[in-house]
């Protein structure tokens, strides 16, 4: 009888928010083995307590589903700092100041090995612009030096790395891709494919990947996110690497890597054919380990900004961004996916790339029609009327980063102008019934899931307090959803994740605040107390 079910670990005392179809609120949740033995009131749970039940008093705090980063480089962002020097802002202030990082770290290798760095943001730099190739020269003129922006789509390298990668005067590129200086001469500033055909010759060691993978995840648990989309970090190596650290339990993130290659649109067509060859598609894997969407490239950055737009930047009318991919070869490769079985996607940022891949969407919709596809757009960054009537009537799912409004809100303004009323619009999608989840984009943003809390809840730029599209706000509630819910529900895993219900694998977060009621302007404060998956504490603060 259910009586004699001994419960190994019960939470009490908590502010239970199951997210499932009613919303429903719980004080306490029972856990046997991986899954989810009962939700209810005290009294219930606490039937199932035993000598041997570990028992955790939430003290009236938030107990949520684990976080669904659904849109993360998780490779990438764990080897900063264990193989990568993180130079985002606050870090550094200046040019001199990643000028002085790669003087260590040159002193410390040997001549000829690469030297990374990632996360600069030449509108935050003291000098206003993107460093030089003879800048890195000079603090590294015998190593080849690659310096990431934060949005990853372009990178300055310094003399060597430019030599390795035998870009030669760079007329193989379009011309936006290879920046040049007055005289002609190469700027070493290289964007889109020029930079990620680059990104080819970067070099790591077996066990520089696996530090990384061990730092993200344990970073991930540190933010109660119990489940991870990865969006690329290091072509075709990445996912292995993950895999078999899944399958020795080396970490304990739930990953569904996108196959995607990220260096190169023709390395990324023949990546994802050679996929398709294979027979295996979209859900072949287990529940730790499971391959997700085909996902290509269409346009660049939205605070670059390189992203593709209809009309010109406001700050910018003649500027339209980079394009990538044309509309009949984004056809191409979605049909040869869709047609596959694969659930497809792409990073779109710009109302111009986001038209490009609808249509390669409801072409092969029409073409072959599959029912409960879940076809996704990443970024989906700006949007208007009429896309998001498209985006509801084809049944995509907008992948939102609303954590990028925190950081790059002033800017957005600037760029976009009055477009920031269909910036990541969340308010927007609720309204037209349209299913979308929430990813931090990470190493771009802090994966800290209070970050695009902050964002989504009061649409403001969190240094400046800007106002960015105030009209999108959306409630506590509907976030949560979007950040668990609705991020099973992307990779098809609704029924056994991403609610807080008996037989659901207990992966769950214990906060330090009550989130429904916390202050939303300081949402940023609250902090996760333990992490949950398959039932195990992974993380206690």
């Known amino acids: 009888m259910i009586d004699h079910i001994i419960a190994d670990l019960i939470i009490r005392n908590a502010s239970v928010f199951t997210v499932d179809k009613d919303d429903r609120m719980a004080q306490a949740v029972a856990v046997k083995g991986k899954t989810i033995l009962a939700v209810g009131t005290e009294e219930e749970v606490l039937a199932f307590q035993g000598t041997e039940t570990t028992i955790i008093d939430a003290a009236g705090a938030s107990v949520l589903p684990g976080f669904i980063d659904t849109h993360i480089h998780f490779l990438m962002y764990g080897l900063l700092d264990n193989g990568i020097i993180n130079v985002a802002h606050p870090r550094v202030h200046s040019i001199t100041d990643i000028q002085e990082l790669i003087r260590q770290e040159a002193a410390r290798k040997q001549p000829g090995e690469w030297i990374k760095l990632n996360g600069y943001d030449h509108n935050k730099l003291a000098e206003g612009r993107h460093p030089t190739r003879q800048e890195l020269d000079e603090a590294a003129p015998d190593h080849p030096v690659q310096l990431t922006r934060c949005c990853a789509h372009m990178a300055v390298y310094n003399s060597k790395a430019i030599e390795a990668a035998d870009i030669g005067d760079g007329s193989a590129y379009a011309p936006d891709e290879v920046v040049r200086n007055e005289d002609g001469s190469l700027h070493g500033l290289l964007k889109e494919t020029a930079h990620m055909d680059t990104s080819t010759r970067v070099e790591f060691s077996q066990a520089e990947l696996l530090g990384g993978l061990q730092n993200a ?26 895999q078999e650290a899944c399958r020795k339990g080396l970490i304990h993130t739930r990953i569904r890597p996108m196959i995607f290659d990220m260096f190169g649109k023709e390395s990324g067509k023949k ?36 992203c593709a737009v209809i009309d010109g930047y406001s700050h910018d009318p003649q500027n339209h961004g980079i394009q990538v991919w044309q509309q009949d070869e984004a056809d191409e490769i979605v049909m040869e996916a869709h047609c596959a079985g694969f659930q497809v996607t792409a990073h779109a940022v710009g109302d111009k790339a986001v038209t490009i891949m609808l249509n390669a969407i409801e072409k092969a919709q029409k073409a072959y029609p599959r029912t409960d596809c879940r076809h996704r757009i990443e970024h ?36 976009y102008g009055d477009r920031v009323n269909y910036l990541f619009a969340l308010r927007s999608y609720l309204n037209h019934g349209i299913i979308t989840a929430i990813g931090s984009d990470a ?43 609705n991020g099973a529900y992307v990779s098809f895993e609704e029924d056994i994740k991403g609610s807080l219900e008996p037989g659901k694998l207990a992966d769950i977060v214990i906060l330090d605040q009550d989130l429904l009621t916390y202050d939303p302007e300081n949402i940023t404060d609250v902090k996760v107390k333990y992490t949950l998956i398959d039932g195990q504490i992974v993380y206690q603060a």
Request: hydrophobic share 30%; aromatic share 8%.
């Open 217 to 242: 995840d344990h970073i991930m648990a540190e933010n109660g996110i119990t489940s991870i989309h990865d969006a690329g970090s290091y072509g075709g190596v990445s996912p292995p690497e993950m």
């Open 271 to 306: 990546y994802i054919r050679d996929f398709i060859a294979t027979g295996i598609h979209t859900g072949c894997g287990d529940e730790h380990f499971k391959i997700g969407p085909t996902k290509i490239m269409l346009d660049g950055s939205s605070s670059g900004p390189s």
């Open 380 to 415: 989906c960054g700006i949007t208007n009327p009429e896309l998001i009537r498209r985006i509801a009537e084809l049944g995509v799912i907008p992948i939102s980063n609303p954590s990028f409004i925190t950081i790059n809100g002033s800017d957005y303004n600037r760029y």
């Open 443 to 485: 190493p771009v943003t802090h994966p800290n899931p209070m970050n695009s809390f902050f964002a989504a809840l009061n649409r403001k730029d969190i240094k400046t307090r800007d106002n960015v599209g105030s009209g999108q706000k959306v409630t506590v509630k509907e976030l949560v959803r979007m950040f668990t819910y």
